[in-house]
T-cell receptor, first 114, second 112 residues
Framework: AQSVTQPDIHITVSEGASLELRCNYS??????LFWYVQSPGQGLQLLLK??????LVQGIKGFEAEFKRSQSSFNLRKPSVHWSDAAEYFC????????????FGAGTILRVKS | EPEVTQTPSHQVTQMGQEVILRCVPI?????FYWYRQILGQKVEFLVS????????KSEIFDDQFSVERPDGSNFTLKIRSTKLEDSAMYFC??????????FGQGTRLTVV
């Protein structure tokens, strides 16, 4: 069965600084990988996804993520964080042909200080 | 832009009562899901639904839970006899291709 680890529960960065949120997954083959963002009291918004092909994927709001098979990682990055990026970020893995459910990580809460 | 719509946004119910959470998936989507998120915990899969039947369910989805697509647009989650531990945010999602899921804004269920 697939699993997802987000090792950082909280991260605080200064506005304008770069950001990297870590995600490691466990799955026997190449999974589908996703990053979602959740603002307080809101639903889950898809930031980006990886299915196959180019391992660097671009998403909305200036985010990107890189799939590294050798490290079983799919880290989320943003070169310059804005105060509005403060939210909780979830990495999720879907297994092709595996009943199509998503398994989520525990989430990373991002705080942005001015 | 099409979106998944959930109602109500917040529901308070007494322990032991039945509750129905409603979702309108994106119109051309064929795969439907319910997930839940207990406060402070991760989002957990409950059930997936395709072609008018459950395609997969988690251990959480016991006999107290049921899903239904009563007409061409709605997708519902029923909890027959709510417990305190059912308090959570419930998310509906739909997918066109079984890969990318679009989530609704969630229904916060509070059992008192």
């Amino acid at each position: 069965a697939q699993s997802v680890t987000q090792p950082d529960i909280h991260i605080t960065v200064s506005e304008g600084a770069s950001l990297e949120l870590r995600c490691n997954y466990s799955y026997g083959a190449t999974p589908y990988l996703f990053w979602y963002v959740q603002s307080p009291g809101q639903g889950l918004q898809l930031l980006l996804k990886y299915f196959s092909g180019d391992t660097l994927v671009q998403g909305i709001k200036g985010f990107e993520a890189e799939f590294k098979r050798s490290q079983s990682s799919f880290n989320l990055r943003k070169p310059s964080v804005h105060w509005s990026d403060a939210a909780e970020y979830f990495c999720a893995v879907g297994a092709p042909g595996y009943g199509n459910k998503l398994v989520f990580g525990a989430g990373t809460i991002l705080r942005v200080k001015s | 832009e099409p979106e998944v719509t959930q109602t109500p946004s917040h529901q308070v119910t007494q322990m032991g009562q039945e509750v129905i959470l409603r979702c309108v998936p994106i119109s051309n989507h064929l795969y439907f899901y319910w997930y839940r998120q207990i406060l402070g915990q991760k989002v957990e899969f409950l059930v997936s639904f395709y072609n008018n039947e459950i395609s997969e369910k988690s251990e959480i989805f016991d006999d107290q839970f049921s899903v239904e697509r009563p007409d061409g647009s709605n997708f519902t989650l029923k909890i027959r006899s709510t417990k305190l531990e059912d308090s959570a945010m419930y998310f509906c999602a739909s997918s066109e291709d079984k890969i990318e899921a679009f989530f609704g804004q969630g229904t916060r269920l509070t059992v008192v």
